[in-house]
C-alpha cells in the first residue's frame, strides 16, 4: 500500500513540475519554447483553462498522497537493533558475610594453604652503549 502511493507520489511530483513549467506567464519560461503552438492543441480556448485546472487536479492528489505517506509514516513500528536482545540472565547473588574470627581458628590443620609459587624477580639487562 505505502509503495503504490510513494509511486503515485512521484509521479504525480514530476507531472505537477511539467505542467507548471508549460503554463505561459508575463515572461518567456518553457512554455514559449514551442512557438506558442500549445494553444492550438489545447483547443481554442487554449492551455490556460485546461493546464490550471490539470495544476488543481495534481495539487489536490500531491497533497492527499503527502498527508497519506505522513500518516503510514507516524503509525508505522520502528524496529530497533535491540528488539532481538534479551536480558542477561543473573542468578541471585547471596550476600557476603564476613567470617567469625573464631571460625578460622576452628578450621582442620590438615588442609594446606593454596600459595602461589613464588617467581625470582630478574633485573632486565642494561642496554646502555657508552660513546
Known amino acids: 500500500m505505502i509503495i503504490v502511493i510513494t509511486v503515485i507520489h512521484v509521479l504525480v511530483s514530476i507531472g ?48 492527499f498522497t503527502s498527508l497519506a505517506l505522513g500518516y503510514f509514516a507516524g503509525r508505522k513500528p520502528s524496529a530497533t537493533i535491540f528488539d532481538d536482545r534479551t536480558p542477561p540472565v543473573t542468578a541471585p547473588a547471596a550476600p557476603a558475610q564476613p567470617a567469625a574470627p573464631g571460625a578460622q581458628q576452628s578450621a582442620p590443620a590438615s588442609q594446606p594453604k593454596a600459595t602461589a609459587p613464588s617467581v625470582p624477580q630478574t633485573t632486565p639487562p642494561q642496554n646502555s652503549k657508552s660513546p
Not at 518553457?30 to 490556460?48: C, N, Q, R
Open 16 to 63: 505537477l513540475i511539467l505542467v507548471v513549467l508549460l503554463q505561459t506567464g508575463k515572461g518567456a519560461e518553457v512554455g514559449a519554447v514551442f512557438g506558442g503552438s500549445s494553444a492550438t492543441i489545447f483547443g481554442s480556448s487554449g492551455a490556460g483553462n485546461f493546464l490550471t485546472k490539470l495544476t488543481s487536479g495534481m495539487a489536490i492528489v500531491f497533497m
